[in-house]
Nanobody
Framework: VQLQASGGGLVQAGGSLRLSCAAS????????MGWFRQAPGKEREFVAS????????YYTDSVKGRFTISRDNGKSTVYLQMNSLKPEDTAVYYC?????????????????WGRGTQVTVSS
């Protein structure tokens, strides 16, 4: 499974971006999917996850109410809508496909990772 993240860029604080993660095959419609991010000098951290059907979602506390994860299984694509962006959201964002169908917050639950897309939020 190959995952390609896109949609990153430079935005001012308070702005919005929508990240997309396209999977190389439809079987990812049976997998939970997640977004993680890694800022310079920091470990990769969980951002959001969604189960195979899209009904169960989880967010890290710092993005609740600002970010929304969704998926379109017909297009084998997962999205991360990011609103009210803050400078502390600056990081490389990675999408990942879980080993199972559930929504997982732990990095170890994910078997496949995309290359990442840079998000930079200026103050």
């Amino acid at each position: 499974v190959q995952l390609q993240a896109s949609g990153g860029g430079l935005v001012q604080a308070g702005g919005s971006l929508r990240l997309s993660c396209a999977a190389s095959r439809r079987t990812t419609s049976n997998n939970g999917m997640g977004w993680f991010r890694q800022a310079p000098g920091k470990e990769r951290e969980f951002v959001a996850s969604i189960n195979w059907s899209g009904r169960d979602v989880y967010y890290t506390d710092s993005v609740k109410g600002r970010f929304t994860i969704s998926r379109d299984n017909g297009k084998s694509t997962v999205y991360l809508q990011m609103n009210s962006l803050k400078p502390e959201d600056t990081a490389v964002y990675y999408c990942a496909a879980a080993r199972g169908a559930w929504s997982a917050t732990d990095r170890g639950a994910y078997a496949y990772w995309g290359r990442g897309t840079q998000v930079t939020v200026s103050s």
